[in-house]
Nanobody, 115 residues
Framework: QVQLVESGGGLVQPGGSLRLSCAAS????????MGWYRQAPGKQRELVAV????????NYADSVKGRFTISRDIAKNTVYLQMNSLKPEDTAVYYC????????WGQGTQVTVSS
């Protein structure tokens, strides 16, 4: 089993920034990828950003390109999501995902962008 602990969500004004963190622990043998998804009320969960362990390649949803940056600390098994220029439409519960021996999810952290 892999446990994912997220932190860093909260309330921020439009144009502001937040950084989410996700630390993986447990039976981690080989992490293939870690990423962030989000789910807004009444909408499906969607991919926000992912980083592949092998070469550090990243992929972003079009809606966050240029504003969000995903990064990782391999030694700490931690992935980060730096979110800048936040918009009200970024409001959602953000979930960390880890793909290793299986696909694992964090409990989610609320991000609210509102004035």
């Amino acid at each position: 089993q892999v446990q994912l602990v997220e932190s860093g969500g909260g309330l921020v004004q439009p144009g502001g920034s937040l950084r989410l963190s996700c630390a993986a622990s447990g039976s981690i043998f080989s992490i293939y990828a870690m990423g962030w998804y989000r789910q807004a009320p009444g909408k499906q969960r969607e991919l926000v950003a992912v980083i592949i362990s092998g070469g550090g390649n990243t992929n972003y949803a079009d809606s966050v390109k240029g504003r969000f940056t995903i990064s990782r600390d391999i030694a700490k098994n931690t992935v980060y999501l730096q979110m800048n220029s936040l918009k009200p439409e970024d409001t959602a519960v953000y979930y960390c995902n880890c793909v290793s021996s299986g696909s694992y999810w964090g409990q989610g952290t609320q991000v609210t962008v509102s004035s």
